[in-house]
Structure formats: structure tokens, C-alpha cells
């Protein structure tokens, strides 16, 4: 594990948010029956984690910019140093009572990330990694898979929700990595997706049209893994192209490939 003030810093303020999603969790299967579901009450529940993560984040470094998913930008007087703060990624999930969602935040620092959080409170599974020390899961030093051949390879995407991207250039890349890929995907989390490939739970992923607050976190995760992050066309800082592609050295160069190939 790493200790160090930012770490603690922000596994508190993850901890903190987690008890209240995690409640609310179980009140959502309650809520699937009824006619109108529990969709009001999960933004509810989205926004006051949110909210305890603003406070204890701005608590602790009162200057830091937020990017945050439901209050949108909050300008920090510290210009090098930026949260971007997703109180609950893998909505869709936790809407339908689907236990794989998690809280994701992470720090940049010059454009740069440079430590991360993620935290799943249902598994009780606590990724984090700092520039420099590692990723880590709970008490385990994480390492990306270690497979180079894609035949063998369980690869995991992102699926735009109806009326966002591009459906057919993702139809098109499925079909690309389906036809060589051992298994593929769709796990409904962008920054467990980038948590699982930073353990060698997947050996790889992308997905386009993101915010920078879905993959932030899960960047510096698969990097201290011995892992490779690009944008999914290759670029080699994804945070503003906002697209990602990750994965071991091998796989992830072998699906930036694929995925050029597949456009044609
Ligand atoms: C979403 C999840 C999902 C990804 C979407 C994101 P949300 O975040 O990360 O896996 O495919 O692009 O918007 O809305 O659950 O916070
Ligand atoms: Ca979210
Ligand atoms: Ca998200």
C-alpha cells in the first residue's frame, strides 16, 4: 500500500463517499418494481457522494481546481493541480442493481496524472497508485497480464448510450477485435475496466467519447502497473483527446492496430 499524505488524502475522501453509495445501493433493488424505477433517486444518491467529495478534497487542498461530473468545472487558485472527480461511474449498473460500479478520482498535476483512486464499494476493492510507487489492490502490488498472444486475450470496450457517439465506427471496431480476440466485453465502468486491465483481470480496452473524470484515475493505475495508455488512435496523453486504449506493451500496441485497421 502506499502511504503517503496524498494517498491518504484521497482514499479518505473515497471511503467517506462510499458509505452513502453503498447504502443507497441497497435501496435501489427495492425501487426496480416500480413504475417510474429508482432513476431520481440515484442522481440523488450520485450527487451527495459528489458533494462529500468536494467537501473533503477542497478540505484538504483548499486551492486545487475539480473537474466534477455533476457541478462541471470549479477553477482552483492553484493552477497546476486539478481533481477530476466521478462520485459514481457505472451508473447504468448501479441503476439496475447491478453490483460493478465504483468511485473514481484522480489528480493531475501539469497535464499530467499523477496519482489515482479507485474504489469499488460493493467488492470492498480499493485500487490506488501514485507516480512513481505503484498500483496497488487493497494490500497487493498490481502488475498488467502478462498474455501476448490475442487469441488468449479477454479484452473489454465502451458502448456509447443511445443518441451519444459514434455506433457504427464501434460496430466496426467490435467486429475487428472479435474476430481475433479470445473474449471481449462490456462491463458498464469505465475506470473499473482500466482497474481490472491494471490487475491482469483484462488484458485490454478501449472506448471513446469519454470525460476526463471516467479515466483519469484508471490512466495512472495501468501505468504503475507496467501497463501502456494511449488514446484509442494512439495519441500518447489520452486525457484530452478523451478516447482511451490500454493494456500490457504487447496487446495494447496489437489493439491500436485493430482498431486503425477496422476505420479502413
Ligand atoms: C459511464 C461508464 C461507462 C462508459 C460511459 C461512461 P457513468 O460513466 O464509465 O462504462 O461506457 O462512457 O459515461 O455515466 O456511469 O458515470
Ligand atoms: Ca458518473
Ligand atoms: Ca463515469
Known sequence: MISSPLMT???????????????????????QVSRKGPGDFVSAADRKAEEVLREALMKARPGYGLVLEENGVIEGTDK??????????GTANFLHGIP???????????GQIVAGVIYDPVKD????????????????????????????????????????????????????????AGGTRRMGSAALDL?????????????????????????????EAGGFVASADGAAEPLAPRS???GNETLQRQLLALLKKSQG
Open 244 to 246: 482511451v486504449c490500454a
Open 100 to 110: 460493478h460500479f465504483a468511485i473514481s478520482v484522480g489528480l493531475e498535476r501539469e
Open 9 to 31: 488524502v484521497m482514499v479518505d475522501a473515497v471511503r467517506k463517499a462510499s458509505r452513502g453509495l453503498r447504502r443507497d445501493f441497497g435501496e435501489v433493488e427495492n425501487l
Open 125 to 180: 476493492e480499493l485500487f490506488v497508485a501514485e507516480r512513481g510507487k505503484g498500483a496497488y489492490l487493497n494490500n497487493r502490488r498490481l502488475r498488467v497480464s502478462g498474455r501476448t498472444d490475442m487469441a488468449d486475450a479477454l479484452i473489454a470496450y465502451g458502448t456509447p448510450y443511445l443518441g451519444r457517439g459514434s455506433h457504427p465506427r464501434l460496430l466496426r471496431e467490435v467486429g475487428a477485435v472479435m474476430a481475433v
Open 195 to 223: 482497474a481490472y486491465v491494471a490487475c491482469g483481470r483484462l488484458d485490454g480496452y478501449w472506448e471513446r467519447d469519454l470525460q476526463t473524470y471516467d479515466f483519469a484515475a484508471g490512466i495512472i493505475l495501468v501505468r
Open 80 to 89: 497546476s493541480h486539478t481533481w477530476h472527480v466521478d462520485p459514481l461511474d
